[in-house]
């Protein structure tokens, strides 16, 4: 399984951008599939999850300001990240986890800065 993060980089203060993520190889459901992000000197925290089930989990940092969704074939997933402040200042990082197998997979990162 890989995943291929991409759609990072440089934004003003209240600008938006759009993740993508595309997923290979054979996931197993249930699953869970998400977005997470971390700035330098801090761990990793969640940004969203979304369930295979279609159950969606946000941090409270992102909550009204950024919406995951995926492709009918849930094979590419995007976040949409609109509003966004300095401290969204990170690597964000797709993640999928096979609940069946219990494996978790990780792309390789994007970044996302945020100037003031």
């Known amino acids: 399984v890989q995943l291929q993060a991409s759609g990072g980089g440089l934004v003003q203060v209240g600008g938006s951008l759009r993740l993508s993520c595309a997923v290979s190889g054979n996931i197993f459901s249930p699953n869970v599939m998400g977005w997470y992000r971390q700035a330098p000197g801090k761990k990793r925290e969640l940004v969203v999850r979304i369930t295979s089930g279609e159950t969606t989990t946000y941090g409270d940092s992102v909550e009204g300001r950024f919406t995951i969704s995926r492709d009918s074939t849930k094979r590419t997933m995007y976040l949409q990240m609109n509003s966004l402040k300095p401290e969204d200042t990170a690597v964000y990082y797709c993640?999928?986890?096979?609940?069946?197998?219990?494996?978790?997979?990780w792309g390789q990162g994007t970044q996302v800065t945020v100037s003031s």
């Open positions: 993640g999928v986890h096979d609940l069946k197998i219990q494996n978790q997979y």
